[in-house]
Each structure stands twice: as C-alpha cells, then as structure tokens.
C-alpha cells in the first residue's frame, strides 16, 4: 500500500517518568547533605518559599546553601486559597526566566499544599516541563498536595480547574517542619489521612481513633510534653502509612485513565462547597464535610451499619473537623453533582465507605431522590454532634493575614 492511501497513523508512546519520596529530619541543618548534592551540578538553586516559611527558616535555609557553597535566589510567595491562579502562576514563571534558569535545572519548591500546587504549575507550563525538587512543610501538603502528580490552579470559581501531570524529580519529607505549624493546619492536614485511611487501611484509620487528638496536640510528635516519645513512634507510623496508601493507589493509574478513584473521596462535593463559603472553607475541612455525607449516603443505602456510621463521624468531631456548613444547601449539593459528573465524565463516581471501615465502593451513578434523602438524613443527624456538626477555625481566616501588599506576591531578593 503506498502511503499516500494511509488514512491511519497509528501511535503509541510510553515514558518512563521516575520520582523519590526522601524521609529526613532537618533537611536544612549543615550536616544534611541530601538537597546539597542535588544542587551542587549546578552551583546555584532558585527556591521559591512560602513567606511563612522564610519568616521562619529563611536565614536558616540561606545559610545552608551558603555553606555548601551554592548560590541561593530566594523568592518568597504569598499563596492563600483567593490567590491560586493563573496570574500567580504567571508571575512565578516571571521569576524563573529572570533566573535564567538551564532547560534541566530543577526550581526547589518550600511550602504548603498551596505552593506547590501553583509553583509546579508554573513549572508544567514553563518551557511546557520544567523540574522541580519539592518540600512540603503543611501535613495537607506531607498527605496529599505533594504525594500527587497534579499541580493546579483555580479558574473562574472552579477549583484546580487548569491543571496538568507533573510529577517532581524529588520529594523531601521532613516531618520537623510540623513543630511551627498552627493547630488548624494540623487539622486541617488530617481530614486527608483520614480520607484515605477509612477506605484502604482500617489499621491506620484506628491509630488516629486513638491518638488524634494527642496528634493534634503535639504535632504529630514534632512540640515537647510528656507523652512525646510515646506519640512520636505513631505519628510516624500515620505519616508513612498514609503516604503509602497514597502511592499504592496513584501510582498505577497516575494519569487518571481510570477515572473510579478511591481518591475522590471527600472531593465530590467539596471542590464546589470549598469556595462557596466566604471566606473559602480550609481544605481538610471541606474534604471532611464531603466525606461526612458520603458516609450518610452509604447509611442511607445500606453499605455502612449504623453503628459504623456513628463511629465514622465520631472520629470526625472528637478531632475538631467539620461535619457539615450552612452553605452545604440542597441546592449546592445539586450544583457541585452536576459539576462532578461533567468532570467525571458523565458518571458520578462517589467513593463510599464500606463494611466496617478500611474498604470502599465507588457508586457510579446515585439518582437524585437518593441524593436528597441522603442530604435529609444529613442534616437531621450532624446537629447532635458537639457544635452541631461545625469545626474549628474552619475559614482559611484563621491563616496569618500577610502584613504586606495584597495585590502583587512578594519578591524577596535574591540571597548570597
């Protein structure tokens, strides 16, 4: 057959795409050469930190490149929820060509779930795959942000609605970062450990039944007190875990060929309720809510018992997580499952609870007289739950309020 009678060019490409997750204590102490010798091919590093964070640790992380001999530029990013868009992501990708960055040359990434989703963003995007070393210093960002290969920015009201696969060259999971973060990202980071514990690992699940809110208290182990040493074993047990659990079930399908994700649970309602609320509803928080009525709805259709169905959100309100929001109306629920199915396409997709915990089911399609009636059953059983179903410090409000311009991302000079 001549070519020019070919009306079909098959192709087929597959890609190896290899990534480390790299457990340390202190990867900014001198003795740690870890992130040293990942720099040191290129005698200098451009580090975009949370502005959090270099208030914190920003001599710190200048003296470590210092003496290592490495040439640091540090820009510092404010990065709240109202601020994950495109013209951030832009403006980082500014940054980057002014630091003439080499084509293989790795960005480093310091910060929370926020950070690194809209940095690595911009690294997608910038010369359409720039790498990038990240270091997550939130639990959400330990847990989930930075277990994934998505990377994201908010859209037109719509969460993570620009986005793109982009795993990172390296991981560096320092759990000592936890001792400075505030109770409520500590809640808020546990909302996702228990997303993914209550469907793929009971045993885990049952650890922060226990200790949670010894968790909470200490910071996963990371502040001082008598029980520390104690706790410090489980918190580390819960991290791993948690991670693993993560790996175990993205790893496989890290381009979401297959959309019936046990992942989505606590994230078929919430992406809509999240920025519904004003100001927007922490993460942990929203993804509890949204796990809550899937609880409720797997109650109402017989997946759960009811004494599971109690335990379940027991576990929620001992640890201070919300249960549900006034926002969370009928007609909300309605939206955000029209919007999910459009994403999911055409079907719903809803992970739900199963047996006695530690196992799943995903419902493809749930009509909406299920729907309702679940809501219904929702609404009457959070209100004997302790503040009638509301969390703590729920509202990103509760974050640091950046004394700065609110108007552009702060820029801190490049370092030595």
Request: with cysteine; glycine share 6%.
């Amino acid at each position: 057959m001549s070519n020019n009678t070919v009306t079909t060019l098959p192709v087929s490409i597959s890609i190896e795409i290899a990534h480390s997750y790299h457990f340390v204590t202190k990867v900014f102490e001198s003795g740690n050469q870890l992130l040293a010798n990942l720099y040191k091919p290129w005698k200098r590093c451009l580090a975009i930190v949370d502005y959090a964070i270099y208030d914190l640790y920003g001599a710190q992380i200048q003296e470590y490149f210092k003496s290592n001999t490495i040439s640091a530029t540090i820009r510092r990013a404010y990065v709240p929820e109202d601020r994950k868009t495109i013209d951030t992501a832009l403006e980082i990708c500014r940054w980057i060509t002014e630091f003439d960055l080499v084509r293989r040359e790795p960005v480093l990434l310091v910060g929370g779930g926020l950070v690194t989703d809209v940095a690595g963003f911009a690294c997608a995007i910038y010369r359409r795959s720039t790498p990038y070393i990240r270091i997550p210093t939130t639990l959400i960002g330990l847990i989930d942000a930075s277990v994934s290969n998505r990377v994201a920015v908010n859209w037109h009201g719509l969460k993570n609605r620009l986005g793109a696969y982009h795993e990172p060259v390296h991981t560096i999971i320092d759990p000592k970062f936890l001792r400075t973060l505030p109770e409520s990202e500590i809640r808020n980071g546990i909302a996702e450990i228990l997303k993914i514990t209550s469907c793929t690992h009971r045993e885990t699940l049952e650890l922060l039944e226990r200790h949670g809110e010894t968790l909470i208290e200490t910071h996963f182990g990371q502040l001082g007190g008598g029980h520390v040493e104690d706790i410090s074993g489980v918190a580390d047990k819960v991290i791993r875990q948690a991670i693993q659990c993560v790996l175990d079930v993205e790893i496989p399908n890290s381009r979401e060929k297959d959309l019936n994700r046990v992942m989505y649970f606590g994230h078929t309602w919430s992406p809509t309720l999240e920025l519904a609320v004003t100001p927007p509803l922490l993460h942990g928080h929203a993804v509890a809510i949204d796990i809550c009525y899937s609880a409720t709805l797997a109650r109402s259709l017989g997946r759960i018992s009811s004494f599971t169905y109690t335990r379940l959100l027991g576990i929620f309100s001992r640890l201070g997580l919300a249960l549900d929001h006034p926002m969370f109306t009928l007609d909300l629920m309605r939206k955000a499952t029209a919007l999910t199915i459009a994403t999911r396409d055409g079907l719903l997709r809803a992970t739900v609870p199963t047996k006695d915990l530690g196992t799943y089911e995903i419902l493809p399609l749930v009509d909406d007289r299920a729907l309702q009636e679940a809501w219904e059953m929702h609404k009457k059983e959070v209100v004997a739950y302790p503040r009638k179903g509301l969390g703590l410090e729920m509202t990103i409000d509760v974050r640091r309020v950046h004394d700065g311009t609110m108007t552009d991302l702060v820029e801190g000079e490049p370092t030595w």
